[in-house]
């Protein structure tokens, strides 16, 4: 069994995957890049709500050295 890592996709990766499915079929894209139907799915309703910005992560980033200021 093999421990699976967390991939993280920029905003730019996301709207780049959104648009490929759109073109080449959901199913294909999300074994291409190895995402759930679901997923890609949330990703594609954040993006046709909201546009690019849907896609970008919710929660703010804080600076590891900023956090370690304060």
């Known amino acids: ?3 699976r890592e967390r991939r ?3 905003p730019e990766d996301r709207l780049a995957i959104v648009q490929e499915g759109q073109r080449e079929g959901t199913t294909a894209t999300c074994r291409k890049y190895n995402l759930s139907p ?3 799915a949330k990703w594609r309703s954040k993006y046709l709500a909201k546009g ?5 992560p919710a929660y703010p ?3 590891p050295a900023v956090r370690a200021l304060e």
């Open 1 to 3: 069994m093999t421990k």
């Open 8 to 10: 993280s996709f920029s």
């Open 38 to 40: 679901s997923l890609f």
């Open 52 to 56: 690019v910005e849907g896609l970008k």
């Open 61 to 63: 980033r804080v600076d």
